[in-house]
């Protein structure tokens, strides 16, 4: 008999935190929603008028990327982040980052083998290994047997950034047994109290690839979410082996989306704005956390704030926001090992950035 594949997926995390939601929105001066990590900020003019001259191409878009858009990544990600051994075969365009986590294990024919993914962890590492019909294992040091490891610095939701040392432990690790180590970077630019390291940074990797995956996304920093533009980096036999695999299932980013891509990539003028923009919010929204007697963990880069609260749960942490009318995320959704945290996003207007702090000052 088949087994819907729904029936083996966890509940759907938003879902379930429907009723406090409502609480918090019924809060007589308005919601303040720093539960998802989605941007508020407006997508740069020039990756408006890439998208824009675009629109009338008629044709069906390459799923390797256009040969810019590809020269564009290896030059962006050598520029902004120091990562060598790159070419345009070594570079693959995804419709979004979650997509690409999401079907990571099932198009590298994974089926039956061992996921690693964090103890705290951003949950569609799990659903991807359980779409595959992959055993998930839970942990922040390798596993023998393991056939693949999701990794993720700066962590979401913790914060958490990864040294040089700890990487290199997952590259060895990769090449002792031949597992394959996908790195979720989407937050490396964003360092505050420390500096993140790419996996396929020269001084872990010694400049062999092999073996390594890095995950990129242009949601967080550029503000494309609502363009699902990502990016697959590093051993190029992997990345041809997905190429192949996404040109059978016809995963290609349209081709609009492509151009605006090349803009994205190609300065970093707007990156930094936003980054400037985030750490004023950061700040406002770490004082009133602080006055209102969290304790903030990790957090050292990445959007979100690592919060608890003594002697709370994380759900009841979550309740104890919503009657401020401040929403957040309980660090239950992200495993086990988060039930006494919340994860606080600081995607939100400097407005209700200054008035959330304002309501936790006030508590």
């Known amino acids: 008999m088949r087994t819907p594949l729904a029936s083996v997926l966890p509940d759907f995390p938003w879902d379930t935190i429907a009723d406090v939601k409502a609480k918090a929105a019924s809060h007589p001066d308005g919601l303040i929603d720093l539960s998802?990590?989605?941007?508020?900020?407006?997508?740069?003019?020039?990756?408006?008028?890439?998208?824009t001259e675009h629109a009338a191409i008629p044709g069906y878009p390459q799923t390797a990327g256009t040969p810019e858009l590809r020269r564009t990544i290896v030059e962006a990600l050598s520029r902004r982040f120091g990562i060598t051994g790159l070419d345009e075969q070594s570079v693959l365009p995804t419709i979004g980052l979650k997509e690409a986590i999401a079907w990571l294990p099932?198009?590298?024919?994974?089926?039956?083998?061992?996921?690693?993914?964090p103890e705290v962890a951003y949950p569609t590492y799990e659903v991807a290994a359980?779409?595959?019909?992959?055993?998930?294992?839970?942990?922040?040091?390798?596993?023998?047997?393991?056939s693949l490891a999701f990794i993720n610095s700066p962590s979401n939701p913790t914060g958490?950034?990864?040294?040089?040392?700890?990487?290199?432990?997952?590259?060895?690790?990769?090449?002792d047994t031949g597992a394959i180590v996908a790195s979720d970077e989407c937050y490396l630019y964003l360092g505050w109290s420390a500096e993140a390291v790419s996996i396929l940074h020269p001084s872990v990797t010694g400049g062999d690839n092999t073996g390594l995956l890095a995950l990129h996304s242009l949601s967080k920093t550029s503000n494309m979410a609502s363009y699902r533009s990502g990016t697959i980096s590093g051993d190029r036999a992997l990345v041809q082996e997905l190429l192949e695999a996404r040109k059978h299932a016809g995963l290609m980013v349209p081709g609009p989306i492509q151009a605006a891509m090349v803009a994205a990539f190609a300065e970093d003028t707007h990156e930094e704005l936003q980054?400037?923009?985030?750490?004023?919010?950061?700040?406002?929204?770490l004082k009133?956390?602080?006055?209102a007697g969290f304790e903030v963990d990790h957090?050292?880069?990445?959007l979100y704030l690592w919060a608890r609260k003594?002697?709370?749960s994380s759900r009841e942490a979550l309740a104890w926001l919503a009657e401020r009318g401040i929403l957040a995320a309980p660090g239950d959704f992200y495993g086990p090992a988060g039930a006494n945290h919340v994860r606080v996003a600081m995607t939100t207007t400097d407005a209700h950035a200054a008035e959330a702090a304002r309501r936790l000052g006030a508590s």
């Not at 957090?299 to 990445?302: D, I």
């Open 130 to 146: 359980l779409i595959a019909g992959c055993k998930v294992v839970r942990s922040d040091s390798p596993i023998d047997g393991a």
């Open 160 to 175: 958490a950034v990864m040294g040089v040392d700890q990487l290199k432990s997952w590259v060895e690790f990769s090449r």
């Open 299 to 302: 957090s050292e880069a990445g």
């Open 36 to 51: 998802v990590g989605g941007p508020v900020d407006p997508v740069a003019p020039a990756i408006q008028l890439a998208l």
């Open 106 to 117: 099932t198009l590298l024919g994974m089926r039956g083998e061992t996921v690693i993914i």
């Open 310 to 312: 003594d002697g709370l």
């Open 275 to 285: 980054r400037t923009t985030y750490a004023a919010r950061r700040a406002v929204l």
């Open 288 to 291: 009133g956390l602080v006055a």
